[in-house]
């Protein structure tokens, strides 16, 4: 079969080589220069464990999934990445929001995370403040941009037809009208990310939308700090999981993201003051100098909603000639092998 995806972030790389190992035609559609220029390449690059989603969710499943596969994928591509754990601290006192989470986690098919004490702590992050925790082993850091474009490599290595700067601008039965002419085709992906919602209306599939949530990002530009992420526990009611730190693989500490609404899905203008930033490192790496943060960058992220109502997790739905990933934010690059898979079962 000749098989369009839409869209080169890394969900869509991932659907196309998959498709092609299956021995289908592929061609990537991509509107922007380059693959991976919005949530694949403006994130964390944290390799997660699955451990902050609903239970049973699409978003659980396909990460706990995608976690070994990802590093898989890492190591064969030669990607910077480091599989070092995860510390996972609660508010100061909060006991029984570490007993709950603890359980949490104990009960997902992943390596066993282990309860730490401020010694254990101390041992594994000499520079971080924090009394008991937990230390999820599986969890890593990757260089996100680099697995973009190493992704993108391979599939055109594979036969898969990457066209950049390549606009869907209408649907017909059996044919795609881009900004580089007519594509006929006879299964479509749409992977659009932030503009998924926008192609499924074309599709003739109503009802999504997309409301984008900017994230900025700080940088402390040293080395040494920290050799694992240092996370929150999800605090109720909360948009995100907080300002958390994550070393970089050039060993420097990410710092974010916050969480920023009213804003149109392509903004990527980092704006935020500096203040919610240096508490976050003074609570967690209080021998650190706040004076040293600079701004990183700005990613979005793709909040679905459906007839008006919030939809918490991953679609993954066929209709018609067309299958759609909707809402594909975190933890969607540890989960893209996972959610290629779930696609081609789907034909």
């Not at 035609?25 to 989603?53: D, K």
């Amino acid at each position: 079969m000749r098989v369009a995806v839409i869209g080169a972030g890394i969900v869509g790389l991932h659907v196309a080589a998959a498709l092609r190992a299956l021995g289908h035609e592929v061609f990537v559609l991509e509107h922007e220069a380059r693959a991976g220029e919005h949530t694949s390449g403006r994130n964390s690059g944290v390799v997660h464990s699955g451990i902050y989603y609903t239970p049973g969710s699409l978003k659980e499943t396909l990460c706990v999934e995608g976690n070994p596969q990802t590093y898989t994928w890492l190591e064969r591509l030669q990607v910077p990445h480091r599989r070092c754990g995860k510390l996972v601290l609660p508010d100061a006192g909060d006991h029984a929001a570490l007993e709950a989470f603890e359980a949490k986690v104990a009960a997902l098919p992943i390596p066993r995370a282990r309860r730490v004490s401020r010694s254990d702590v101390r041992a594994l992050e000499p520079a971080v403040a924090g009394d008991d925790g937990l230390f999820v082993p599986s969890t890593g850091v990757m260089d996100a941009a680099a697995y973009v474009t190493a992704m993108r490599t391979y599939c055109r290595n594979e036969g898969v037809e990457v066209l950049l700067r390549c606009a869907v601008t209408g649907v017909d039965v059996g044919r795609l009208e881009t900004t580089r002419g007519p594509l006929p085709f006879d299964i479509a992906v749409n992977c659009a990310g932030l503009h998924a919602d926008d192609v499924a209306t074309l599709a003739g599939l109503e009802g999504y939308a997309i409301t984008p949530f900017r994230g900025d990002y700080y940088v402390l530009p040293q080395a040494g700090w920290l050799g694992r992420p240092v996370y929150h526990i999800a605090r109720p009611g909360d948009p995100g999981l907080g300002v958390h730190l994550t070393p970089t693989t050039d060993d420097h500490v990410l710092l974010g993201p916050n969480v920023v609404e009213g804003v149109p899905r392509d903004d990527y203008r980092h704006r935020s003051p500096p203040d919610a930033f240096a508490e976050s490192l003074r609570h967690m790496l209080p021998d650190a100098d706040p004076a040293l943060l600079q701004p990183a960058w700005s990613g979005n992220r793709a909040k679905l909603t459906y007839q008006g109502a919030r939809v918490p997790d991953f679609v993954i739905r066929r209709h018609g000639a067309w299958i759609h990933t909707l809402g594909i934010e975190s933890p969607g690059l540890t989960a893209a092998p996972a959610i290629a898979a779930r696609v081609c079962a789907l034909l």
